[in-house]
């Protein structure tokens, strides 16, 4: 499966972005679909998943109750709400497919590009 994200930019500390990954080339919705996160000179890390039916989420606690992960399967596009945005956020996001579900960026087989996050003080 083939994922492209998008809507990453520069928003203030307390704002607001919502980034999308759109999928190809398999059924969509047989995989289970992730966010992971990148900070310069940090490992990359989980942030959420959903389960292939949306029944299951799971987020880290650094951004729960701030961030939210959906998904479309007939749009074939997994999505990351993300409000009150703070500098720690900033990072580059990848979306990422696997037929399991998981928290661990390793047992993920398909990646997007990533989609650069800075948010300002």
């Known amino acids: 499966v083939q994922l492209q994200a998008s809507g990453g930019g520069l928003v203030q500390a307390g704002g607001s972005l919502r980034l999308s990954c759109a999928a190809s080339?398999?059924?969509?919705?047989?995989?289970?679909m992730a966010w992971f996160r990148q900070a310069p000179g940090k490992e990359r890390e989980f942030v959420a998943s959903?389960?292939?039916?949306?029944?299951?989420?799971n987020y880290a606690d650094s951004v729960k109750g701030r961030f939210t992960i959906s998904r479309d399967n007939a749009k074939n596009t997994v999505y990351l709400q993300m409000d009150s945005l703070k500098p720690e956020d900033t990072a580059v996001y990848y979306c990422?497919?696997?037929?399991?579900?998981?928290?661990?960026?390793?047992?993920?087989?398909?990646w997007g590009q990533g989609t650069q996050v800075t948010v300002s003080s």
């Open positions: 080339g398999r059924t969509f919705s047989d995989y289970y």
């Open positions: 959903i389960s292939r039916s949306s029944i299951m989420t």
């Open positions: 990422a497919a696997d037929r399991g579900y998981g928290t661990i960026a390793e047992n993920y087989d398909y």
